[in-house]
């Protein structure tokens, strides 16, 4: 029987940082995918002939620069293109492209409001400043407020310095942004809807909850976060789709002497005499190890994985509470030909993100409908065109779309296994949608992937297909991800800890979770 310092459990982007890093500090590390590739939900895949999808995480805008410095991920492979606009179409009246010249930006905004113009570049230095105290908080474990001890108290001072640096207004915009919804962020600043709508989107993401529901602008900073080269708010594509991403990273974490398994699920976890020793797989092996770290999500990995058996009620009590409610799908297109827009046509402003969403109530119509269990007839769709700037993704003349859709919500009223009847009616909708925007959209279609929220969950590992491994509201968030008392990566069984979105700091493709949780086993000498 083989026996190793630590069996990562998933081989998605958190699981291979965890254990690249681990394996960088000399300790025998193996990761177990269930899936035939790693990558979790940042995964490239041929679904048609000659056309890569990124099936399901679809833009890098949240990866810790410092991870792909210290694990050299453009030696393995890793080239980030920049998306270049951010696009707005409408149905009547002007539309919307933010660039990345200011200037052109300028000229743009003030053809809806001469003061949003004025005051749009103030925006992203003023999330900026607030991001400087947000920054440092997503790469530390998180002190424990029910433990009085001398572990909590580094972090609890950093906290307390950062925060007491910030001016008394700073102080203020912080603490409002912690409750207050994005729409509600965005009216102090902003007066026209199309600039306001595609911007709060970025407050829903991974949330069951509407653009004006309390919490979501936290969610918005969080999004801001995303760097490339140092630069805030900057967004791209991995060149060869998202799979670039952790193919990166697996050939860093083997280059460190990792070894990496796929098509190996993990049946459980082996508890003996309160202690977690190793894992038991589907076909019947056993693997032992000092530390067994789960990259899947809490409610895989302690309801399933673990057993209740082995946990304290009250523990179980609080996973249970814990909060996935998955609300978003996607839709992926092979094209015969580039959509052309009826409202502006060209391709110039189709080399970034385009968002379907024309103003705040068609926003908060789409959740309307989600509250009560059914899809939205109108969606928000976060659409990109990656083979306009990577072509290796397409075969020639042809073109990758793909969509991201919300709301899809999990639990519909049906239940979530009718998602399986419906899922060809929902990618109608979004079909419907998109063509009113792109004249002769249905006609291009040379192949489609639907994947709802179910199909997230059966195929991906994603419980109720949250993205996030959890949703990012503010009760599951830094010391309360996944419950209180176990944020620092730790679980109540010894021998088992804990590496993914469902940790601090939570979801999108930064590496943050995997990152700290190998700094902490490293750190605390647990290994």
């Known amino acids: 029987m083989s026996h190793y310092d630590a069996i990562i459990v998933g081989g998605g982007h958190n699981g291979l940082i965890c254990a690249a890093y681990l394996a960088r500090a000399g300790r025998k590390v193996l990761v177990l995918e269930r899936r035939h590739v790693v990558g979790g939900a940042a995964v490239t895949e041929e679904v048609t002939p000659g ?17 792909v410095r210290e694990l050299e991920l453009p030696k393995h492979g890793l080239s980030i293109l920049p998306l270049e606009s951010a696009y707005t179409p409408t149905l009547d009246g002007p539309d919307l492209c933010r660039w990345d010249d200011a200037e052109r930006t300028f000229r743009e905004i003030a053809k809806h ?12 230095p003023a999330m900026a400043q607030l991001g400087r105290f947000v920054k440092p908080v997503l790469e530390m474990a998180p002190p424990d407020p029910t433990r009085l001890s001398l572990s909590n108290l580094p972090a609890a001072m950093t906290l307390s310095r950062r925060f007491t640096q910030f001016s008394p207004p700073d102080r203020v915009r912080l603490l409002k ?3 207050m919804s994005a729409v509600d962020l965005l009216d102090e600043w902003f007066e026209s809807d199309l600039l306001k709508s595609p911007m709060a989107v970025s407050g829903i993401i991974g949330t069951f909850l509407g653009v004006r529901s309390p919490g979501t602008a936290y969610v918005l900073l969080h999004h801001y976060m995303g760097e490339i080269d140092g630069a805030f708010r900057a967004w791209g594509f991995a060149r060869g789709g998202m799979g670039a991403i952790s193919d990166a990273i697996a050939s860093a974490a083997k280059s460190h002497g990792a070894e990496i398994r796929t098509s190996s699920g993990v049946q459980q976890c082996i508890v003996r005499n309160g202690r977690v020793v190793g894992v038991a797989l589907d076909n019947g092996d056993e693997l032992t190890a000092k530390v067994v770290v789960s990259g899947v999500d809490p409610h895989r990995t302690f309801l399933n994985l673990v057993g209740e ?4 009620d009250e523990f179980v009590s609080s996973i249970r509470r814990y909060k996935l409610r998955g609300s978003s799908g996607k839709v992926n297109f092979a094209l015969d030909r580039l959509p052309e827009f009826a409202c502006r046509p060209g391709v110039e402003h189709l080399r970034g993100d385009i968002a379907i969403g024309p103003n705040l109530d068609y926003l908060e119509r789409a959740y309307d409908e989600a509250k009560y269990g059914q899809w939205s007839k109108r969606p928000y769709i976060n659409v990109v065109i990656p083979s306009l700037v990577d072509p290796s993704v397409a075969p020639p003349g042809k073109h990758v779309m793909s969509c991201f859709v919300q709301y899809a919500p999990y639990h519909l009223e049906s239940g979530p296994e009718s998602w399986v009847g419906q899922r060809e009616a929902w990618g109608d909708t979004v079909v419907d949608t998109l063509a009113e925007y792109i004249p002769g959209f249905r006609e291009s279609i040379l192949h489609r992937q639907v994947l709802t929220p179910w199909d997230l969950e059966q195929e991906f590992g994603l419980t109720e297909g949250n993205i996030f491994h959890g949703e990012l509201s503010v009760e599951q968030l830094f010391f309360l991800r996944p419950a209180s008392g176990f944020a620092r990566y730790r679980t109540p069984l010894r021998g088992l800890w804990m590496c993914g979105s469902g940790t601090h700091p939570g979801g999108g493709v930064m590496g943050a979770p995997g990152y700290n949780a190998a700094r902490e086993l490293l750190g605390g000498r647990v290994l």
């Open 51 to 67: 056309f890569k999808f990124s099936v399901c995480s679809y833009v890098v805008s949240l990866l810790r620069p410092h991870i």
């Open 113 to 124: 409001s001469a003061r949003d113009a004025e005051v749009y570049p103030e925006f992203g």
């Open 177 to 179: 942004l912690m409750t």
């Open 309 to 312: 058996k082995h946990l304290d």
